[in-house]
């Protein structure tokens, strides 16, 4: 890990592991705050000024991704190493967050640059649904 802080320009204080270890252990992407609570149950403090200014320089350095889910906050995840990448959805009712590893197609990305014009460096996408949890709530609430 240090060496990836190094790669990134970035030091390696015990502050800076303790929130990207926290981040990279969570099957699920973490708030700010679930990140906050992970470090002050390890025995780490640190302020919500610089917590959040953590994230942004580890999203800046692309050690981190940060899925924005609307009126829940944003969320934070590791970012996947190598080419390989995923895709998000997100509950619209409960805002859960299920990683999708389907992807563009070459073909897709190629159409979508002589469209517009533009050289495509990179993407994220994120769908949006009903979780099946959510579904079956609604469905229950039409049949009382």
Same mark, same amino acid.
């Given at each position: 890990?240090?060496?990836?802080?190094?790669?990134?320009?970035?030091?390696? =204080?015990?502050?800076?592991?303790?929130?990207?270890?926290?981040?990279?252990?969570?099957?699920?992407? *973490?708030?700010?705050?679930?990140?906050?609570?992970? !470090?002050?149950?390890?025995?780490?403090? #640190?302020?919500?000024?610089?917590?959040?200014?953590?994230? %942004?320089?580890?999203?800046?350095?692309?050690?981190?991704? $940060? #899925?924005?889910?609307?009126?829940?906050?944003?969320?934070? *995840?590791?970012?996947?190493?190598?080419?390989?990448?995923?895709?998000? #959805?997100?509950?619209?009712?409960?805002?859960? #967050?299920?990683?999708?590893?389907?992807?563009?197609? =070459?073909?897709? !990305?190629?159409?979508?640059?002589?469209?517009?014009?533009? $050289?495509? =460096?990179?993407?994220? !996408?994120?769908?949006?649904? *009903?979780?099946?949890?959510?579904?079956?709530?609604?469905?229950? $609430? $039409?049949? %009382?």
């Amino acid at each position: 890990m240090v060496s990836e802080f190094k790669a990134a320009g970035l030091s390696s =204080t015990r502050v800076r592991i303790a929130i990207l270890s926290a981040i990279r252990a969570s099957r699920t992407p *973490l708030s700010a705050e679930a990140v906050g609570e992970e !470090l002050t149950r390890s025995g780490c403090t #640190i302020g919500r000024a610089s917590l959040f200014r953590n994230l %942004d320089l580890f999203r800046s350095a692309g050690l981190i991704e $940060r #899925i924005e889910t609307g009126n829940r906050g944003n969320q934070y *995840l590791a970012k996947c190493s190598g080419n390989h990448h995923h895709h998000h #959805i997100l509950c619209e009712k409960c805002r859960s #967050i299920e990683p999708v590893d389907i992807c563009l197609s =070459t073909a897709m !990305l190629k159409t979508i640059e002589q469209s517009t014009d533009y $050289r495509v =460096t990179g993407h994220s !996408l994120m769908l949006y649904g *009903l979780c099946r949890k959510c579904r079956k709530r609604k469905q229950s $609430r $039409r049949t %009382d």
